[in-house]
C-alpha cells in the first residue's frame, strides 16, 4: 500500500483479556519497527523486525508482550493478560533499506489501546 | 535514563516569529538526528534530517542546527505558522549496523497563534 495501515484504529479491552494489534508495512521496506506511547511519554522502542527476524527485542517491557512477521510483510503485536499500564498509542513504522537519515520512517497511524 | 532529551514540554509562538525547538542529547556515538511531527491521530511524520558530519541543514522555513560539543541540537521554524502546531520529536541514531532504532525524545508540543 501507499503507507504503514494499522488495524485496529481503537481497542478497548478488559484487564486480562489478550489483543493482538496489526500493522501492514509498505511493501519492499524490509525493516519494520514497533513504539509505544504512553500519555505524557515519548516513543518508546519495544521492538524492530529485519525481514522476519527479531535482532532486538530488548524494549518489550515484559514476556506478556510478543511480536511477528510473517512473509516479510505483516507483523503482529500480541499483548497477553493485558494490565491498565499497558494503555498507550502503539506506533509501527516501517523504513527502507538506504541512507536513514535521507528517509527517516514511515509511520502509521497508530491503535490506541485503552485497558479497562 | 534518557539519551535525548527534550526539556521544553510545550511552546508558544506568535503567528509569523521563529519557533526554537531544542534537543538534547548524551551519546556521542550518535550518527545522525532527524525531527518528527505529529498531529493528534495520526503517526509522526519525518521533517528534517542531519549527519554528523555537518552543523546544518537547511528545507524551506525548517532549519536544524547541531552542536557536537554541546550534544545540542535545534529546529528553527521561520516563519511559524498555524498548521506548524503539533507536537515535535527529535529522535537520534546510534551508529549505524543494519538498522538499530531509532532513540526518540519526549516531544515538544508547539502552539502557533494566529
Known amino acids: 500500500g501507499a503507507g504503514v495501515s494499522q488495524s485496529p484504529s481503537n481497542k478497548v479491552t478488559e484487564k486480562g483479556k489478550d489483543v493482538e494489534l496489526r500493522c501492514d508495512p509498505i511493501s519492499g521496506h524490509t525493516a519494520l519497527y514497533w513504539y509505544r506511547q504512553s500519555l505524557g511519554q515519548g516513543l518508546e522502542f519495544l521492538i524492530y523486525?529485519?525481514?522476519?527476524?527479531?535482532?532486538?527485542k530488548s524494549g518489550l517491557p515484559s514476556d506478556r508482550f510478543s511480536a511477528e512477521r510473517t512473509g516479510g510483510s505483516v507483523s503482529t503485536l500480541t499483548i497477553q493478560r493485558t494490565q491498565q499500564e499497558d494503555s498507550a498509542v502503539y506506533l509501527c513504522?516501517?523504513?527502507?533499506?538506504?541512507?536513514?537519515?535521507?528517509?527517516?520512517?514511515?509511520f502509521g497511524s497508530g491503535t490506541r489501546l485503552t485497558v479497562v | 535514563d534518557q539519551q535525548v532529551k527534550q526539556n521544553s514540554p510545550s511552546l508558544s509562538v506568535q503567528e509569523g516569529r521563529i519557533s526554537i525547538l531544542n534537543c538534547d542529547y548524551t551519546?556521542?556515538?550518535?550518527?545522525?538526528f532527524l525531527w518528527y511531527k505529529k498531529y493528534p491521530a495520526e503517526g509522526p511524520t519525518f521533517l528534517i534530517s542531519i549527519s554528523s558530519i555537518k552543523d546544518k541543514n537547511e528545507d524551506g522555513r525548517f532549519t536544524v542546527f547541531l552542536n557536537k560539543s554541546a550534544k545540542h541540537l535545534s529546529l528553527h521554524i521561520v516563519p511559524s505558522q498555524p498548521g506548524d502546531s503539533a507536537v515535535y520529536f527529535c529522535?537520534?541514531?546510534?551508529?549505524?549496523?543494519?538498522?538499530?532504532?531509532?532513540?526518540f525524545g519526549k516531544g515538544t508540543r508547539l502552539s502557533v497563534i494566529a
Open positions: 529522535a537520534a541514531s546510534p551508529p549505524l549496523s543494519g538498522n538499530t532504532p531509532l532513540v
Open positions: 523486525f529485519q525481514g522476519n527476524s527479531a535482532p532486538d
Open positions: 513504522a516501517s523504513n527502507q533499506q538506504g541512507p536513514l537519515v535521507l528517509y527517516g520512517y514511515t
Open positions: 551519546n556521542s556515538m550518535f550518527d545522525y
